[in-house]
């Protein structure tokens, strides 16, 4: 399965973004979403952002715990992370990813960047 994510861009500080990443294939809806971000610099790291249950459940980073909602639409095969009241530290290519068995897939990623 394909994951594409949708939505990044540029903002200021305070401002709100929602990007939505998009399965090709349908019947994985069962299985969670995650969001992963990886900025640049001296954070090389892929850092886990949220997971999103089949369900709707959600959990999150200490980091964006408040600040975003991860959500999903099953009917569209589709995740949603809204993320609001940016920062700086926000900035970063976020990833969505979903685990098929053995297998992880990966979106290609989409750039988010926040300045003032």
């Known amino acids: 399965v394909q994951l594409v994510e949708s939505g990044g861009g540029s903002v200021r500080p305070g401002e709100s973004l929602t990007l939505s990443c998009v399965a090709s294939?349908?019947?994985?809806?069962?299985?969670?979403m995650t969001w992963y971000r990886q900025a640049s610099g001296n954070r090389p790291d892929r850092e886990w952002v949220a997971t999103v249950s089949d369900a709707g459940w959600a959990s999150y980073a200490s980091s964006v715990s408040g600040r975003f909602l991860a959500s999903r639409d099953q009917a569209k095969n589709k995740a949603y992370l809204q993320m609001n009241n940016l920062t700086l530290e926000d900035t970063a290519v976020y990833y969505c990813?979903?685990?098929?068995?053995?297998?992880?897939?990966w979106g290609r990623g989409i750039q988010v960047t926040v300045s003032s």
């Open positions: 294939e349908s019947g994985f809806s069962h299985l969670p």
């Open positions: 990813q979903m685990q098929i068995g053995p297998n992880v897939s």
